[in-house]
């Protein structure tokens, strides 16, 4: 075997930001809150209410600065984030915010968040992979003037795949570490897409007063696993083909391509940061 290869093959060491009780506790309260924000009208009729999250979309916007904030404070007093690890994470952030734009920024499903995001959140741990889907989507609107009521649903998506990879078996390396990486990126690739539908398809559409409608419309009230059918035909049928299979293939060239040498990079990058979570490694 060549030395490159040799590098490239190393057995993933358990580093990454340390997360303890306190930034557990800010990640899964924020998770519920943010599947309550984006599944409400399955619990709530969404009767008379403003189109597409207008009126609440401000109002969750406000909530996750703070829900940033408390992650950064949590993981610092915890002893995980130091000034390196914040460092790279602005760095990525800026990489994934500049990189986005240039290669389409999710049009035609061509997105090019998500690879980093992995890598990041298999080198760094869940809570760093938390963190990079928010900043990485915050920053990325501000350049590409994506600031709308869809941002903190799509900060908030980021940051579930972000937590995702870091919460993947760390003991896995080599080829089989990059295929549970790939599959991560399709899953994440439909899930974001299913997601960012439920989002905004109770109000666009809806049964109207009189009974008429299609069979992929949201009725106000209905039971809810009527409605997720409903709305499971609609992903499919508007969005699953094309720029949630779009999502996914550049997910996957994009691992497959650059992911073994970028995962190398961060992961010495984890190392000089000393974000160690205080496991003992392996000889």
């Not at 409608?213 to 049928?237: C, E, H, K, M, Q």
């Amino acid at each position: 075997m060549r030395p490159a290869d040799q590098m490239l093959d190393i057995p993933p060491p358990i580093v990454g930001v340390a997360i303890g009780w306190r930034t557990w506790l800010v990640m899964i309260a924020s998770t519920l809150l943010g599947l309550f924000a984006i599944g409400w009208p399955l619990l709530i009729p969404a009767v008379g209410v403003a189109p597409e999250h207008a009126d609440d979309a401000p109002f969750i916007f406000a909530a996750l600065l703070p829900v940033i904030l408390l992650l950064v404070i949590a993981q610092v007093t915890e002893g995980g984030l130091d000034a390196r690890s914040l460092a790279v994470l602005g760095v990525l952030s800026a990489i994934n915010a500049a990189i986005r734009p240039a290669l389409g920024a999710g049009t035609a499903g061509v997105e090019s968040v998500f690879f980093l995001l992995i890598l990041a959140g298999r080198a760094f741990g869940p809570g760093f992979g938390y963190l990079l889907g928010f900043t990485s989507l915050f920053a990325s609107a501000l350049l590409t003037a994506g600031v709308g009521p869809w941002l903190p649903f799509q900060m908030l998506c980021a940051g579930w795949v972000g937590l995702a990879a870091g919460l993947l078996p760390k003991r896995v390396s080599g080829k089989a570490e990059m295929a549970m990486l790939i599959t991560l990126g399709i899953v994440s690739a439909y899930l974001f897409g299913a997601l960012m539908n439920m989002w905004f398809w109770p109000f666009i559409t809806g049964i109207d007063v009189d009974g008429t409608g299609s069979s992929l419309d949201y009725v106000p009230g209905a039971p809810i696993l009527d409605n997720l059918t409903r709305f499971g035909w609609f992903t499919l049928l508007t969005s699953t083909a094309g720029w949630d299979t779009g999502r996914a293939i550049t997910t996957t060239i994009a691992l497959l391509v650059v992911g073994r040498p970028v995962l190398a990079v961060l992961r010495r990058a984890s190392g000089m940061a000393r974000v160690s979570t205080g496991d003992t490694l392996k000889p």
